[in-house]
């Protein structure tokens, strides 16, 4: 069997990251508690910086509105907002060790990212 390309690995942990994170949050907005298929995944870090893309520390699963189209609280229309909401959520020690490894440049090996894909995939069985 060939080496998946990295590309489409990170497509993969992407999609699995998702799932997982709603699945960690029972599948309710983390804020309004709304249920359901209309539901995000919300990188409290952007996705950007591989450091934390996959982290799930760094997920937050939200509704359609409290992710994006709510101008009085969503993570996209109100950031400021919703990184108070998600510090009292979370605490602060959870921002402060999830800012070190965002701030830590990383470049993932291709069997690293196999590694990250198959225990997320475990989480995504429990």
Known sequence: MSKPKRKTLEKKLDVLWSKVVKDVAGYRCENCGKTG??????????????????????????????????????????????HEWALKKRGEEWYEDLKVRFHNIRKYSIEELGEMYDEMSELSKL
């Open 37 to 82: 298929n209309r539901l995000n995944s919300h990188h409290f870090f952007g996705r950007r910086a591989k450091s934390t893309r996959w982290d799930l520390l760094n997920g937050f699963c939200l509704c359609v509105g409290c992710h994006t189209f709510n101008c009085v609280f969503s993570a996209h229309q109100t950031p400021s907002l919703f």
